[in-house]
């Protein structure tokens, strides 16, 4: 199976300072990727997925980004946070294609404060 | 655009009760449905994963069901633990995108 390790574990930042959340996966090559975010008592909405290197789709109008430079690795960036961007990130990922079998893993997220 | 719904929001039951979560959704042109735990502050974990061909799955105290064409898919819960006190989320899989609901939070009291 795989595993997906993120960083940092928390971060407080203040309004217009830039973020840099990493996510690697280890277990599986050419996994698909994905960043969602949940907001407190909310469920996860997705924001970013990716299939292959330097591949993004995005799923909502913002001010984050993502890259994905190696197979196994995916950064959410802003270069100027908002409020409301504070909330709870999870990287996840499973075996690439479009296997119905595949299982999706979650790494254990990163907690976003914007002050 | 898929939308999944899960009820009830939340739920308190004594220990020892069977239980069911519902998760509903609106596009049946599904891969799968995966059923996920999640403790206060961490990351997801998957419980089950039913496929679009499947009708049910089972793991331990754990069975889920699957009905594709009516956009419905149920949790059960045999004889409940206060470990088992967690939100449970369901997430159904369309091309490469997962789509999660807004969770049952259930709380299994001593």
């Known amino acids: 199976s795989q595993t997906i390790h993120q960083w940092p574990a928390t971060l407080v930042q203040p309004v217009g300072s830039p973020l840099s959340l990493e996510c690697t996966v280890e277990g599986t090559s050419n996994p698909n990727l994905y960043w969602y975010r949940q907001a407190a008592g909310r469920g996860l909405q997705l924001l970013f997925y990716s299939v292959g290197i330097g591949q993004i789709s995005s799923e909502v109008p913002q001010n984050l980004s993502a890259s994905r430079p190696q197979d196994r690795q995916f950064i959410l960036s802003s270069k100027k946070l908002l409020l409301s961007d504070s909330g709870f990130y999870l990287c996840?990922?499973?075996?690439?294609?479009?296997?119905?079998?595949?299982?999706?893993?979650f790494g254990e997220g990163s907690w976003l404060t914007v002050v | 655009k898929q939308e999944v719904t899960q009820i009830p929001a939340a739920l308190s039951v004594p220990e020892g009760e069977n239980l069911v979560l519902n998760c509903s959704f609106t596009?049946?042109?599904?891969?799968?449905l995966q059923w996920f735990r999640q403790d206060p502050g961490k990351g997801l974990t998957s419980l089950l994963l039913i496929q679009s061909s499947q009708r049910e799955q089972t793991s331990g105290r754990l069975n889920a069901s699957l009905d594709k064409s009516s956009g419905r898919s149920t949790l059960y819960i045999a004889a409940s633990q206060p470990g088992d006190s967690a939100t449970y989320l369901c997430?159904?899989?369309?091309?490469?995108?997962?789509?999660f609901g807004t969770g049952t939070r259930l709380k299994v009291l001593a």
């Open positions: 996840a990922g499973n075996p690439g294609g479009d296997n119905s079998g595949n299982t999706i893993y």
């Open positions: 997430a159904v899989r369309g091309t490469y995108k997962y789509i």
């Open positions: 596009d049946s042109a599904i891969y799968n």
